[in-house]
């Protein structure tokens, strides 16, 4: 029985990774801001300074540790597909042990925009603490709207995005 048992769980399939990408933060829209939260960008480059963000954009707040980030991420991933060119996405890794446990999980997660990270805890002033998080952010930069904990459907990130931003997907 144990042969048996033991004989069906090896032979079940992993989940397949989906391929992500590092990508530079160069391209984030940013307004000056009196007290500056620097960040650096996942990729190695230049970060921003996160409260200078400007939208219409969705920060989603995340780490590798965390079990509801890694099941929220393909609504993440769908929802990009389906928004470039009308909301920008961006992720901040927070509390990691090491930048390089962020940049795996982008690259197993298929993360292809932008993802800050926050290597000292400087954006908890900002963010507060806990993931995952998801802020929405309107054109001028200001805050529309705090989701806190898991997304759990494409749908529910459209749904808040038309409500928040004002922009249909």
């Known amino acids: 029985m144990f042969i048996s048992f033991l004989l069906l769980t090896s032979c079940a399939a992993p989940e397949p990774e989906i391929a992500g ?3 530079s933060c160069a391209s984030l829209a940013t307004a000056g801001v009196a007290n500056p939260i ?8 230049e970060g921003v300074a996160v409260n200078a ?6 920060i989603n707040v995340w780490g590798s540790w965390c079990a509801a980030c890694k099941a929220e991420m393909g609504y993440f991933r ?12 961006v992720g901040i890794d927070v509390e990691e042990a090491s930048i390089k446990h962020g940049q795996d999980f982008v690259l197993t997660h298929g993360m292809t925009w932008p993802n800050l990270y926050d ?19 309107s054109a001028d930069g200001s805050i529309a709207h705090k989701k806190i904990g898991e997304i759990k459907s494409e ?10 931003l004002g922009i249909e997907l």
């Not at 929802?79 to 060119?85: E, L, P, T, V």
């Not at 507060?128 to 952010?137: D, L, N, Q, R």
């Open 21 to 23: 990408k590092l990508v």
């Open 119 to 137: 290597g000292d805890g400087s954006s908890r002033a900002y963010f507060g603490m806990g993931v995952p998080v998801t802020w929405f952010i």
């Open 53 to 58: 963000l400007k939208g219409p954009m969705l």
């Open 155 to 164: 749908e529910e990130l459209i749904a808040l995005t038309k409500k928040y």
């Open 78 to 89: 769908a929802f990009y597909d389906r928004a470039q060119g009308k909301v920008e996405l």
């Open 38 to 45: 620097q960040l650096g960008c996942l990729d190695g480059s």
